[in-house]
């Protein structure tokens, strides 16, 4: 079965810190994404990579960076936490153009304190 | 700029009947079309699509309904069950991998 795995279901942090969310999948996927989840507002892109070492910017990149040195794996780094970060993370890849969904993992609940 | 709009935060049906999700847009070079539930504490599941170039497709209980004209899309779930208890996002896409979400109905079946 095809997967998209987050490290960690929780995670709870202090203010100020630096935090890694790590995203593994196993279906050889060209592109991979980061979305956050929150009440009223739906999935917001952080950002998404089209290909090793390439990354692009979604809609409310700031406050975090991304790295993705091999295909398989696409971290999603918040340089110094802030509760306004509390949120639900979602990791997701897919292949190909726009014919073709995402496979997201099964989420980090970040809580910000 | 909402793109993608799903305008009912919430939505409860009883078990048995059908359920209508809807969900609007607001760019014309969108051309997929998806739907995918999410059960809290865990990851969206794709659920059916549609390509722009069709008005219908069907799933077994679930059906996507597509307008363009009226840059509408719904999704009929017939009957319901108590397990489509849910919250269930529209997405889309301008023949692009990168996919635009809405922000989400959530189903409540009621037994």
């Known amino acids: 079965d095809v997967k998209v795995t987050q490290s960690s279901r929780y995670l709870v942090k202090r203010t100020g810190e630096k935090v890694f969310l790590e995203c593994v999948q196993d279906m050889d996927h060209e592109n991979m994404f980061w979305y956050r989840q929150d009440p009223g507002l739906g999935l917001r892109l952080i950002y998404f990579?089209?290909?090793?070492?390439?990354?692009e910017k979604g809609d409310i990149p700031e406050g975090y960076s991304v790295s993705r040195e091999k295909k398989e794996r696409f971290s999603l780094i918040l340089e110094s936490a802030s509760t306004n970060q509390t949120s639900m993370y979602l990791c997701a890849s897919s292949t190909g153009g726009g014919n073709y969904g995402y496979t997201f993992g099964s989420g980090t609940r970040l809580t910000v304190v | 700029d909402q793109q993608v709009k799903q305008n009912s935060p919430s939505l409860s049906v009883q078990e048995g009947r059908i359920s209508i999700l809807n969900c609007d847009y607001t760019?014309?070079?969108?051309?997929?079309f998806l739907w995918y539930k999410k059960y809290p504490a865990e990851g969206p599941t794709f659920l059916i699509s549609i390509s722009s170039i069709k008005d219908k497709n069907e799933d077994g209980r679930f059906t996507v309904f597509l307008n363009k004209s009226a840059k509408h899309l719904s999704l009929h779930i017939v009957p319901s069950q108590p397990g489509d208890s849910a919250v269930y996002f529209c997405?889309?896409?301008?023949?692009?991998?990168?996919?635009?979400f809405g922000t989400g109905t959530r189903l409540k079946v009621l037994a």
């Open positions: 760019n014309s070079m969108f051309d997929y």
């Open positions: 997405a889309a896409s301008a023949g692009t991998y990168k996919y635009i």
């Open positions: 990579s089209y290909d090793v070492k390439m990354k």
